[in-house]
């Protein structure tokens, strides 16, 4: 990754992760929390991970002012109050690991 | 678009497998501090170390959550404080050490590496004086770790430094003889040392780097060892195969955050090491890979092929993740560091010789290994002497960090605490090197042709 590429790379872009056992409220909770701070979701996934839920949200961060930071407290309290692991990332890490 | 199998996958890594950037090291050139008067010199290292470093921790541990990675350490590395210290006239480096050590303390990084000198082909004042301070140095200090290079492929070895690097060795095991010779943990005596190394204890800032930079060292044995795994009765070739790509991953980590450390903190980013370097953890051990290849146990016949396969494989897929792949990049071999090898020594599997072996195909060299307190100087020397032998012939880095345990015996069990570790006393042949160690002088560089 050198010059354009490098600058291309870096977006608005996160991706919030949530492990844990299905309950009912889940996409609710998460949801909420980032309409709350004016985050757009792009995309959801999910799928089982042995006994699991993992449920996958690229979300924009572009018209929200709150810093990933602070958005990664609120979804971890959000994750303990429906027993689940949520946490939130750069998207670059995922893309860094996996496209060329 | 990524798929959530990519995302799961990387999620994984961290969470299980224990992927981590072991280490952002800054390194810094202290060629401008040197002073005829060493309490100003000392003066001018400190401010430019708090001028450059004072936010490295702020920077890293703010990278570590905006990509959910963990770092587990910041540190430093300088220029050599033999190249620094040499037009002061004091009879001692310790306050240069002394300096560094406040500096470290005060940035809140863990180590510093520089208190070094290159002395391959001879000793200048300077180097002499940092020599006899070595063992002083290293036992008063917390966070200064050392590093000498005895030998290079060009240049040969030099025995003279061989011989007094096993006297070092003795003296900063007996100054630290309260916490197991714990000193020796911090110095390093290399062959072919390379100048961007990011890993302690063997991290300085070579004279041919810039005036600050930013090295990465990134660590995952516990993701290599998943993907031998993955492939149970796989062949060979396939092994090969499944390491590269995982290496080309973790090295893709090293990378970006090097990137962005480097821009956070506006310095040039230097060089990604990717080298597997174990932890006490199960699961994040070298040993582990050798054994999931096959092997019942680290150590038994078998093990130089497979460690020469691990990496090979890793520096194959480290090279195509990046194109400034430097420091050691490989894996290394660290006893006391390796719940895998602890289990080797313990169980006989695993001694000095294989080793010694197993040091010709890895990244670096006999580390972390506790011998008895009442091993001669001499034969700490010879070891030394065959480490530096393989690296000068087979032009690779080679490093001996070895600890002559005070008041203990073959098979005690050690403790040197955190990532450290534990491991028994390894036994030595008991026969004599004194006198060939003795003759001193210089092993002449190799020819470089007809290698058979």
């Known amino acids: ?100 | 678009m990524l798929t959530i199998q990519e995302i799961l996958e990387t999620i994984k890594m961290v969470q299980e497998e224990k992927l981590d950037i072991r280490t952002i090291t800054m390194g810094i050139s202290l060629r401008d501090c040197s002073h005829p008067d060493p309490y100003a010199a000392c003066q001018l290292i400190y401010d430019k170390i708090l001028r450059l470093a004072s936010n490295l921790v702020e920077v890293g541990e703010k990278i570590s959550r905006e990509y959910g990675l963990p770092i587990v350490n910041k540190r430093i590395s300088v220029t050599p404080v033999s190249m620094i210290a040499e037009p002061s006239r004091v009879d001692s480096y310790l306050p240069f050490a002394q300096a560094l050590d406040r500096a470290a303390k005060d940035v809140g990084v863990n180590y510093i590496g520089g208190f070094s000198a290159l002395v391959h082909k001879g000793c200048t004042a300077g180097d002499d004086i940092l020599l006899d301070s070595l063992a002083p140095a290293l036992a008063e200090t917390e966070r200064v770790c050392g590093s000498v290079n005895v030998a290079t492929t060009r240049a040969g070895i030099n025995m003279d430094a061989v011989y007094k690097m096993g006297h070092v060795i003795k003296d900063l095991a007996r100054l630290t003889a309260r916490e197991n010779g714990l000193g020796c943990a911090k110095l390093v005596v290399f062959a072919n040392v390379p100048e961007d190394n990011p890993f302690m204890a063997g991290a300085f800032h070579g004279p041919g780097e810039p005036e600050c930079v930013i090295h990465v060292g990134v660590s995952g044995p516990g993701v290599v060892k998943r993907a031998v795994e993955k492939v149970p009765g796989a062949d060979l070739g396939t092994i090969s195969e499944e390491i590269k790509k995982t290496a080309f991953k973790i090295t893709r980590m090293g990378e970006l955050v090097g990137r962005s450390a480097a821009e956070k903190l506006g310095v040039p980013f230097g060089i990604v090491d990717l080298s597997l370097a174990p932890t006490p953890a199960v699961g994040d051990s070298v040993a582990e890979i050798l054994e999931a290849m096959g092997l019942e146990r680290c150590g038994t016949h078998g093990s130089t092929a497979a460690l020469a396969l691990l990496n090979d494989a890793v520096k194959k897929g480290g090279a195509m993740a990046s194109s400034s792949i430097g420091g050691l990049s490989g894996a290394f071999i660290p006893v006391s560091e390796d719940a895998g090898m602890i289990r080797a020594v313990a169980d006989g599997s695993l001694g000095m010789d294989k080793l010694e072996a197993m040091t010709c195909v890895c990244s670096v060299g006999l580390d972390m290994i506790a011998v008895p307190g009442e091993t001669p100087a001499e034969t700490l020397s010879a070891i030394i002497a065959d480490e530096a032998a393989i690296g000068v012939i087979n032009q690779k880095t080679t490093g001996v960090r070895i600890i002559p345990v005070p008041g203990k015996k073959v098979g005690e069990m050690v403790e040197f605490g955190g990532l450290l570790g534990r491991t028994p006393v390894l036994p030595l042949n008991r026969y004599s090197s004194a006198g060939f160690i003795a003759r001193r002088g210089r092993i002449p560089a190799p020819i470089q042709s007809l290698t058979n």
């Open chain 1, 1 to 100: 990754m050198q010059g354009q590429t490098w600058k291309e790379a870096k977006g608005n872009r996160i991706i919030i992760s949530v492990i844990g056992p299905d309950r009912v409220g889940i996409i609710a909770g998460v949801a909420n929390v980032l309409a709350s701070n004016e985050i757009n979701i792009l995309d959801i996934s999910q799928t089982t991970l042995q006994e699991y839920l993992a449920m996958v949200l690229i979300a924009d961060l572009k018209k929200s002012r709150i810093d990933l930071d602070t958005l990664k407290d609120q979804l971890h309290q959000k994750g303990q109050e429906l027993g689940v692991r949520i946490d939130a990332q750069h998207e670059d890490v995922f893309q860094f690991m996996h496209r060329i």
